[in-house]
């Protein structure tokens, strides 16, 4: 079976508002701030606010204002797949490569992209037992690597996978066929 792409998907169309981490001063219970780098988005540096496990929504009641407009105002960001195509971008030329960019461009699913252990990702995430081109490079750069991300990408009757090391080196991609059901 093949994934029908949608003619009206792209990276322009898929763009996402901004999201920032939600925070609030220390000592004034009761409104909730915009976190940026260095602060709020109102202002308030760092060093007087707890940040929370959570998003800023704009739209809540106690979101405060000034933090409301400028997040309202912010630009929009790139969607999973434009932000993975770019990074997709710096690995070593291949026919996996050139595909799994192919079907980034189109919109397809990323089924999963993670950070963790490297170990890890190999053990639970990776399936390279399934994968029938790259897998001893991916294996490779997995095991060289302390820690990594790690994308799966499905499209039409193929699983790549991206594995993306923290340690600088170029991102490695793989693939397989899709498991069904």
């Known amino acids: 079976m093949t994934q029908v792409p949608d003619a009206g998907w792209s990276f322009a169309t ?14 004034a219970p009761g409104v909730e701030h915009a976190m940026a780098d260095a602060g709020t988005l109102c202002g308030i540096p760092e060093q007087q606010i707890t940040r929370y496990r959570h998003l800023f929504h704009a739209e809540g009641r106690q979101a405060c204002a000034r933090c409301r407009r400028q997040a309202d105002a912010a630009p929009a960001q790139p969607s999973p797949q434009e932000r993975l ?30 950070n963790g252990p490297s170990a890890t990702l190999a053990q639970h995430y990776a399936r390279l037992d399934e994968l029938t081109e790259g897998a001893g490079p991916a294996a490779d ?24 090391p923290e340690n600088g080196d170029r991102p490695l991609v793989a693939r397989g066929p899709r498991r069904r059901g």
């Open 14 to 27: 898929a763009r996402e508002p901004a999201r920032f981490g939600a925070g609030g001063l220390e000592g």
């Open 85 to 114: 195509h770019d990074r997709v971008r710096a690995a070593a030329q291949g026919r996996a490569r050139d595909d799994v960019l192919a079907a980034l461009r189109k919109g397809a699913k990323i089924a999963l992209w993670i």
């Open 141 to 164: 750069a997995l095991e060289a690597a302390a820690a990594s991300g790690l994308a799966c990408v499905e499209d039409g009757s193929w699983r790549f996978i991206v594995v993306l």
